[in-house]
């Protein structure tokens, strides 16, 4: 297919909103927070901004430029630009086709946790039991997850500018003014301001090697970096929109909704330690037990929490789908291209994968719990593989075909078709040396996690 013929969003608002939304996602709102908690709170802070502007801003630009060089997806861009690294294409373009089906799972969960809110059952899904019954079931969390995958085909159904931009002009705005409406209503409560300080107040005898490397693993997760996303989405961004000051903007999108996600939570835990007179470490627990155990728990302390928790798990949603429409875009877009087959047929064999695999993801929490792959059920299996292995292997590899092979000039290039790249330096000198050490120590310190050899 050619370059002409090629979908494009309509121009840089709807690039920046379409990428930021891709970028915002589950990882913003519960995996920022209790990894700034975990942290140092305001030394994680400047840690993860420094390596936004070096370490994820050198990526990033690598990815999108990549991607509006070629007009391609991932394996085509990747063979274009270098026979030699056309397995890479490959390997990238499996990311997101192992991440999609269990990411709509956990999107079905957030669905279904808003249902109740909206149906006033809010104190229910307070219960700490409750999640880990809900997702051990059969039937129920299957359901879901097929309500959230097929909102999310949907709008991928629909295309590039009818159906994710217009969504993404529509959900990035709204997912702001519900973040900043929960996070200014739970700052009023007593004992939120304690968790502020925390939260903004670097304390750099909190510093360590671990805070750096829970910084760049949650940079790495949150940008949807190595997965094939940035380089479909670069695929269809027009010669004439500023490339390096849209990267610029889609930082900003995703860090701020990640440092509001902190301000909702770490402020809401200090305010309802103060009110059950329990240490504010107990609520902050690690991954899905903090969204769906933790929070409903704040909620059900909180004045007004089924209003809340009902706004929150809608912003929730929000993020979640973003994400999700842009890991489908990028397996449809791969399929596409590389099969020369319609949009409508690509997306249909795309929602069968899914089902597929989404369907063991939900189901190894339940029925399938007994099979095991690494001491890992269904679910935390393909999370390992394309968080911890797949994606630090393409990023690494990726900077070596853009620093080494085809050489940062080709980026730069590219970069300096729209506008004066003024980065143009620490771009250099990021995908040489900064990223590619980054990378090689978040892949092992990964590893080292999730086999259980250290915990973080």
């Known amino acids: 297919m050619s370059t002409k013929q090629r979908s494009s969003f309509t121009g840089k608002l709807g690039f920046v909103l379409a990428a930021a939304g891709s970028a915002v996602g589950l990882g913003n709102i519960w995996r920022f927070p209790y990894l700034a908690a975990e942290y140092g709170g305001g030394i994680f802070l400047l840690v993860y901004l420094v390596l936004a502007v070096t370490f994820g801003f050198s990526l990033m630009i690598a990815e999108i430029a990549i991607g509006r060089k070629t007009g391609l997806s991932a394996i085509g861009a990747y063979e274009k630009l270098s026979k030699k690294f056309t397995w890479l294409g490959w390997l990238s373009s499996i990311v997101p086709i ?48 097929a309500v959230f995958l097929g909102l999310t085909a949907l709008v991928v159904f629909l295309g590039v500018e009818k159906g994710i931009e217009k969504v993404s002009k529509i959900m990035m705005p709204g997912l702001v003014i519900l973040s900043v409406i929960i996070a200014v209503y739970g700052l009023t409560l007593p004992g939120a301001m304690d968790g502020v300080k ?14 750096v490397f829970a910084a760049m693993g949650q940079l790495f997760y949150s940008m949807s970096l190595a997965m094939g996303i940035m380089i479909t989405y670069g695929s269809y961004m027009k ?4 490339l390096e000051s849209s990267v610029r903007h889609i930082e900003i999108f995703d860090t701020g909704i990640a440092f509001i996600a902190g301000l909702i939570v770490i402020p809401a835990v200090y305010s309802t330690a103060v009110a059950t007179g329990n240490p504010a470490e107990e609520y902050l627990t690690k991954g899905a037990g903090l969204m769906f ?13 089924n209003i809340i928790g009902m706004l929150f798990f809608l912003l929730v949603i929000f993020a979640a789908l973003t994400s999700s429409i842009s890991l489908m875009e990028a397996v449809v877009s791969i399929i596409h291209d590389k099969f020369k087959l319609s949009r409508h047929i690509s997306c249909a064999i795309t ?28 679910f935390d299996f393909f999370d390992f593989a394309s968080n911890s292995v797949l994606m630090p292997i393409t990023a690494l590899f990726t900077c070596i075909l ?28 990021g995908i040489k040396y900064i990223a590619p050490v980054f990378i090689v120590a978040i892949l092992i310190f990964s590893i080292l996690e999730g086999t259980g050899v250290i915990n973080i």
Do not use: R
């Open 98 to 145: 192992i991440i999609l089906p269990y990411y709509c799972v956990v999107g079905g969960w957030v669905i279904k946790y808003f249902s109740a809110y909206v149906t006033g059952a809010g104190g229910v899904v307070a219960d700490k039991d409750y999640f880990g019954g809900f997702i051990g079931q059969t039937f129920e969390p299957v359901v879901w997850f």
């Open 198 to 211: 925390y939260y903004l107040l670097p304390d750099f005898s909190s510093f360590s090697m671990t805070t």
């Open 239 to 242: 010669k004439d929109v500023d």
């Open 293 to 305: 155990t933790t929070i409903p728990q704040i909620f059900s302390v909180m004045p007004g929490g």
């Open 351 to 378: 929602i069968v994968i899914s089902v597929v695999l989404g369907v063991l993801s939900s189901l190894g929490f339940g029925i399938l719990d007994g099979i095991k792959i690494f001491g890992k059920n269904m």
């Open 402 to 429: 853009v620093g080494y092979v085809i050489k940062p000039k080709t980026v730069i290039e590219e970069v300096e078709i729209s506008s004066k790249f003024k980065g143009k330096k620490l771009f250099v000198v």
